[in-house]
Nanobody, 114 residues
Framework: QVHLVESGGGLVQAGGSLKLSCVAS????????MAWFRQAPGHTRELVAS??????????DSVKGRFTISRDNARNARNTVYLQMNSLKPEDTGVYYC?????WGQGTQVTVSS
């Protein structure tokens, strides 16, 4: 079991940017894949982006070209995954969750105003 903590959410106007971070309690490079999901009110949780230990990346069609997932490769910080979100839209609003193996973080709220 690995403990995950997300941060970086907030309120931003449409067109703005946010960068989410997910810190794991263990070195994550032995796990694959690591992913960001989001859940909007009244909707099911959906995959936003994922990255494997080999660096293969997958994005939901709705965020391609706007969001970037990355891992921290520094020797002393191999437990962090980021989600850079640019050109945010109101439909990006929701709680964003980090997922690794069978673990979920507590989520961080992202609200995009029009």
């Amino acid at each position: 079991q690995v403990h995950l903590v997300e941060s970086g959410g907030g309120l931003v106007q449409a067109g703005g940017s946010l960068k989410l971070s997910c810190v794991a309690s263990r070195n994550i490079f032995s796990f694959s894949p690591m992913a960001w999901f989001r859940q909007a009110p009244g909707h099911t949780r959906e995959l936003v982006a994922s990255i494997t230990s080999g660096g293969l990346i997958n994005y939901a069609d709705s965020v391609k070209g706007r969001f970037t997932i990355s891992r921290d490769n520094a020797r002393n910080a191999r437990n962090t995954v980021y989600l850079q979100m640019n050109s945010l839209k109101p439909e990006d609003t929701g709680v964003y969750y980090c997922h690794l193996a069978s673990s979920w973080g507590q989520g961080t709220q992202v609200t995009v105003s029009s």
